[in-house]
Each structure stands twice: as C-alpha cells, then as structure tokens.
C-alpha cells in the first residue's frame, strides 16, 4: 500500500505537471509557432501559379489579377478582427481553418479539371476565400501572444510573423514527401494541413492574465535560437537540392528533420513551465519563508460611505460617464496621446495612420509584387525551372530572416537607444529599392540576390508595421487594427502588379508575338522573353518604393518624442498592480485562507498560502 501510495503520488504530480504544460502560456506560444509555420501559403503562389496558368491557359494579367484577389483575401482581415473583439480565439481560429480548406480544396478541383473549367471570377473568389484564412490564423493566435506578452511584442511579432516567413520552405518539403512529382498536389497539402494543426490547437490559444516574469526575453531567445537552426537547415537543404536530385525516401528524411527542429521549442515550453510548475509547490510546501505583515486600513479614509475597496476602484467620475455617451464621431479628430488606446475611427483617420498606410503600400506592394512574379521573372530571364524554385526558397527563408531581425533588433534599439521604430522601417524601404533595380537591369545571376534583398525587406516590414500601430494606438483595438493595417498591402499590389508589371508584361508579350508573325489564340497562354519583360514595371516600382521611404520619414519625426519616452510603463504599471491585488485580501467576512504572492531575490513570482482576519490588510515582502 506504501507503494501504491508512492505511486498514486508520482501519477498526481506527472498529471499536475501536464496540466501545466498544456494550460500555460509558453505552449499557447508554442501552437501558435505551428499555426504561424502554416499559414504562409499566399507566399507560395510563385510555384503554383505556373500551374494554374498552363491548365486554365490564363495570361499574365490574368494570373496578376488572380494574385491579387490573394492578396485582398490575405490581407483584408478586418471581418476576422470585428469576430475577434467580440468572441475567443477559437470561434477565430475554427472560422480560418474553414475557410482555408474550401478555397484551396476548390482550386485544386479546378486544376486538376476534376470540375468544369472554372471561370475567372470562381478562381478569384476560391482563391481570395482560402487566402483569408490566412488573416483569420494571424488574428486569432498573432494577436493574442501579442496581448499576452505586451512588453515583449516586437519580439513576438518577429518570431510569430518569422515563422510565417519560413512556411514556405517548410512546406515545400513536406510537400516533395508526401506527394512525390505531382506538383498540382501542392494546392491540396497547404488546402488541409493548415486548417488541421489550426482545429488541434483550438482551445489552447487563448487571452490569460498577464504575469511578470523575469527570463520571459530569454525564453523567447531560446526559441529565436532553435529557429535561426531550422532557417540554416533549410538553407543548406535548398543549397543541396539545387545541386543533387532528392529520391523520395531522401526527402523524407530531410522532411523528418525539418519537423524535428520545428518541434524543438516543444523542449523550451516543457523546462520553462516545469521550473513554474516547481517554485508553485514549493511556495504551498514551506509557507514559513513567507513574511507576513498585517497593517490596520484605516476605514474613514480607504471606505467612504462603507464602500467596499472593490467598489472604490471601479467607480466611474461623472466626467468619465459623461464621455461615454458622446457619439464616437464626434470625437473622431480628438484623438488621445499616443500610446493611448485609439478608438477605431480616431486610428483610421489620424495623420499618422494615413503616413503609414501610404509608406507600406508603396514598400509592401512592390516586394510582393516581385515576390509573385519570381517564378515569370526567373523564366523570362532564361533561369532552368529548378533554379527558380531555389529563389522561391531563398525569398521563404530571408523573409522570415527580416522578420526576426526587425522584431528583435528594433526592440533592442527602441529599449538601449530610444531610436524610433518607424525610423527602422524608413531603412527598409531605402534597402528594398536595390533589389527593385536588381530585376530592372537583369545584373548577371543577380537575381539570387534580389530575391534575398526582396525577402528580407518584405519580411523586415510586416512586424515593424504591426508593432507601430499597436504602440501608438494602443491595444484595446488591436485585432481590428492590426487587420486594417494588411490592406496596405493589396491596394499596392493591385496598382503595381496588376495595373503596371502585367499590363507591361502582356504589353510586351504581345509585340514579341507580333514581330514573329504569330497571333495569340483563345486560351494560349501569353508568355515574354528578356529583359524588357519587366525592365519599365521595376523602374516604376522603385520610384514608388522611394516615395514611400521619404513619407515615411514625416513618421519618424512626428513620433521621435513618443519614443524617447517610457512607452510600456503603463504596462508594467498594470502587471504590478495585478499583483499587488493578488497580494491583497478583502476587508470582512471572518478568517478565510487566500493566495498571496511573494517574489524571491531572483525576480521570480512564487505562490504562497495566507490567512487574513477581519479588518486587516496582508502582504508579503520578499526575504
């Protein structure tokens, strides 16, 4: 019986440490790392398109304005915001997944001409359906780690939105294994894993109590640091099968490694919430370490007219009140400091809202455009087809490369230097112009290096965005916010990619045609050799781009002082008043046991056990 007893104790804590694992923080972190890792299909349009293309005998404008109806899908998430302000994650989440296997489940139905050919509006609203799970996936775990980690959220957006950048290499590997030289299955693999990792996970990604923790940064480290091996691995891996012809049992294995290192911060979750799991026991084993003082409240000044401490902290002025019946247009152009929280039309019509929406649909617009045109670049430009791959996978990987280094070194600059985030998107913009001039003049294999340029810029942009708005606006928004500010980028990609490089292209095309004495027939599809294809499209795209470096500037210069201030202290305000009410007891009601927290030399918050009387106040203080 003893050791039954033993052993009913070891399986009472295996299952208390497993609750703790699946219910903390650090695997809701974790999931959404897995739903951000497959939700990067818009960025695999590139190896697809070609495709679609040959099969329903589209023209480049054509397949530009499909890419379009992608990028409206992908980016105009306003609807998964409104849904988020008002329901949980989940509902987010459930509505993506959805979405995502219905839209790409039709396309490949399409392709594979296992219905009637599609017309061109099905293939535009199948592809724009299935594109906006993509909003739905980053609204309901992007911006939930991002309220669940405010202090930290450049940080988090560069890791979550790095992670995105990343999914198409990960995908593309997957994808050689699973279905081996049927290059139309791609379209059914990004249709049903995404949607199937988003419904495991439904009920782990959620809002929690925001808790202060002293190593949260190095966590965080830790897992920049298994991704950064997995970004490596999938270099050398591209680099490899450039130069060797995988078998399939080959792709397998490399396919095992790639989901063994995006399973490794699995390790990271299980000793961070192990360590949390351990000081909670100890605090509830050795409540003698606590050092308990008792001070009398005095009631005429802490209770007028016998209300209770709860009541006082909620009351509302009759200002306040007052204001909350003001229609929400009447102060549209009053907005509040920056750093407040924004209502939803004051953000939309702010200055600062406008400069920033203008900057990124010029920058955002011009590297997806070249991002979705890489696979008629390359082709054009004489490249073998495995070659253009290689710049698919080399765009996936610098894209997720910009996305880290923008969160984190921007973060590490705002908090040692005060330098302003907006200035770090204004250095993007600039970089981003000689990728641009790269593809115009057609350098000798200098789009290897342009599809570094481009991957990194577009990546660098996307958490430098998200960020800024969230800090100027506030949070209390940020799900319908953070959505408004993705259409920036297909409004700059249906001006510079369908509007300028397809009309351009199939403009040129068509007097290749002409000159050889062809004519195009119904259906053919419409191909262009050599530079000229794209040459004029890129010059107007980096002139585009500059303007919207140099607008961006007026951002920088508008926002230097917010910056230099303390912008998070309101947050850590809010984290130490949260414990010092957890610390606290009410007033009344006879002896009853209550927690009480207490923190260690090492700024770590434990647990610990209390007993408060009637009429006094308990709080711990560290030994």
Request: a positive charge; glycine letters at 8%; hydrophobic letters at 45%.
């Amino acid at each position: 019986m003893v050791f039954a007893g033993l052993r009913g104790g070891q399986w009472a804590s295996a299952t208390g440490l497993g609750l703790q694992v699946l219910t903390g923080r650090w695997f809701m972190v974790f999931a959404s790392f897995l739903i951000m890792a497959a939700s990067g299909a818009t960025y695999m349009f590139a190896l697809y398109s070609g495709d679609i293309k040959s099969a329903l005998g589209y023209d480049q404008t054509t397949l530009n304005l499909l890419s379009f109806f992608k990028d409206v899908g992908a980016n105009v998430g306003v609807l998964s915001g409104l849904i988020n302000e008002v329901t949980p994650p989940w509902v987010v989440l459930s509505l993506g997944a959805v979405l995502n296997f219905f839209g790409y489940f039709m396309i490949w139905l399409a392709v594979t001409k296992r219905i009637s050919k599609a017309q061109v509006w099905q293939m535009c609203l199948y592809i724009c359906i299935g594109a906006n799970s993509q909003a739905f996936a980053n609204t309901g775990a992007l911006v939930t780690c991002v309220k669940n980690f405010p202090e930290s959220r450049g940080v988090v957006l560069g890791l979550l939105k790095g992670f995105v950048g990343l999914s198409g290499a990960i995908l593309t590997q997957l994808y050689h294994a699973i279905y081996p030289d049927k290059p139309k299955s791609l379209i059914l693999l990004i249709g049903w894993l995404p949607a199937a990792i988003s419904f495991v996970f439904l009920r782990t990604i959620r809002i929690m109590k925001i808790v202060r923790q002293s190593n949260e940064l190095k966590v965080f480290y830790k897992c920049l640091y298994i991704s950064l091996g997995l970004a490596g691995f999938l270099m050398v891996l591209i680099i490899i099968q450039n130069k060797v012809q995988f078998t399939q049992s080959e792709y397998g294995v490399s396919a095992a490694v790639v989901l063994l290192l995006l399973f490794l911060p699995l390790a990271v979750v299980v000793k961070e919430e192990f360590e949390i799991w351990k000081r909670k026991n100890q605090s509830t084993e050795e409540p003698s370490r606590l050092k308990i003082v008792t001070d009398k409240p005095n009631v005429d000044t802490q209770r007028p007219n016998s209300e209770t401490p709860l009541e006082a902290n909620h009351q509302i002025p009759v200002t306040q009140t007052q204001k909350s019946h003001v229609s929400c247009w009447r102060n549209v152009f009053q907005p509040p400091n920056r750093g407040d929280d924004y209502t939803i039309l004051q953000a939309l019509f702010s200055i600062d809202m406008l400069i920033l929406f203008f900057a990124t649909t010029c920058g955002i617009g011009g590297t997806l455009t070249a991002i979705d045109n890489l696979g008629q670049i390359g082709t054009s430009l004489g490249y073998p087809t495995p070659t253009i791959s290689t710049f698919v996978s080399l765009v996936s990987i610098w894209n997720y490369l910009g996305r880290v280094v923008a969160g984190f070194v921007s973060e590490i600059f705002l908090n040692k230097y005060k330098l302003p985030r907006p200035l770090m998107l204004t250095m993007t913009l600039f970089v981003s112009c000689i990728g641009h001039l790269l593809i115009a003049f057609n350098v000798p294999n200098s789009l290897y290096a342009a599809s570094v340029i481009i991957g990194f810029c577009f990546g660098a942009q996307w958490p430098l965005l998200f960020a800024i708005i969230s800090e100027i606006f506030g949070l209390k928004y940020y799900s319908t916010l953070y959505n408004f500010g993705s259409v920036a980028s297909p409004v700059g990609l249906y001006i510079l990619n369908v509007r300028v490089t397809g009309h351009l292209y199939d403009k040129e095309a068509t007097k290749q045609m002409k000159a050889l004495g062809l004519r195009r027939k119904e259906g053919e599809e419409l191909a262009c050799v050599g530079v000229e294809c794209f040459k004029l499209a890129f010059l107007i795209i980096t002139a585009a781009t500059l303007l919207g470096a140099l607008v961006s500037v007026v951002l920088v210069v508008r926002t230097r002082d917010f910056y230099r201030s303390d912008i998070y202290k309101k947050f850590r305000d809010a984290a130490e008043a949260a414990e010092m009410d957890m610390a606290m007891v009410g007033v009344g009601g006879g002896m009853r046991p209550s927690m009480t927290r207490t923190r260690f030399g090492a700024g770590k918050w434990v647990s610990g056990q209390g007993q408060s009387g009637s009429g006094s106040c308990w709080t711990a203080h560290s030994l």
